[in-house]
Nanobody, 115 residues
Framework: QVQLVESGGGLVQAGGSLRLSCAAS????????MGWYRQAPGKQRELVAT???????NYADSVKGRFTISRDNAKNTVYLQMNSLKPEDTAVYSC?????????WGQGTQVTVSS
């Protein structure tokens, strides 16, 4: 089992920045990729960013150039640095960790960007 605890959401004005954190504990040796999804009201869940165990990263087109995912393996933590935030980035952001045939989820954190 893997437990994920997120932090860092909140309210920010358009153009501002936030950093989300997701700390993993438990059977972390089983994790290969970690990343972030988001879901806005009335919209489908969207994969925002992924970081694999070999160091590769992927981003949704909507956040490329503005968001950066990073991992601190010593702290078993993945971060999502969000810059130049837009109102359309408003959503619940959820961290995930991909294990062997199982995906673990954080509790979700609200990000609200005001115009």
């Amino acid at each position: 089992q893997v437990q994920l605890v997120e932090s860092g959401g909140g309210l920010v004005q358009a153009g501002g920045s936030l950093r989300l954190s997701c700390a993993a504990s438990g059977s972390i040796f089983s994790i290969n990729a970690m990343g972030w999804y988001r879901q806005a009201p009335g919209k489908q869940r969207e994969l925002v960013a992924t970081s694999t165990s070999i160091g590769s990263t992927n981003y949704a087109d909507s956040v490329k150039g503005r968001f950066t995912i990073s991992r601190d393996n010593a702290k078993n933590t993945v971060y999502l640095q969000m810059n130049s935030l837009k109102p359309e980035d408003t959503a619940v952001y959820s961290c995930y960790a991909q294990g062997v045939r199982v995906r673990y989820w954080g509790q979700g954190t609200q990000v609200t960007v005001s115009s």
